[in-house]
């Protein structure tokens, strides 16, 4: 009978020690899966703030393109010009008149 409880205490060892293996390979996966849902969390997050950047700075940009593209689409090169130096303000370009403005068109165009 000894032998058999010898046995048997070995066994009962070597369960022990593989059930330790596996606690200590437990909390490494359990680790890992916290990590990876953070890290999905993140992720989304920086999805949403993206979405919602690109709501808030996109539809004005659009706008202005909108209006460039009625700009381009008028009959009138000046009226181009016009808005040109109204989207672009500066000191020189609102002291144009339109005459000048005329001369500049036809001097380009030549």
């Given at each position: ?9 070995d ?9 330790q ?29 993206v ?53 500049l ?6």
């Amino acid at each position: 009978m000894s032998e058999e409880k010898q046995k048997l205490e070995d066994l009962l060892e070597k369960n022990l020690q593989i059930s330790q293996e596996i606690k200590v390979m437990t909390k490494r996966t359990r680790k890992w899966i916290v990590f990876q849902q953070i890290w999905f969390g993140l992720q989304v997050v920086v999805i949403l703030l993206v979405i919602a950047s690109a709501l808030i700075y996109v539809p004005p940009f659009i706008k202005s393109l909108g209006n460039l593209y009625e700009n381009f689409t008028k009959s009138s090169p000046s009226n181009l010009i016009n808005s040109f130096f109204q989207e672009n303000q500066t000191k020189n370009s609102q002291d144009l008149s339109q005459d000048e403005i005329d001369n500049l068109i036809q001097q380009y165009t030549k």
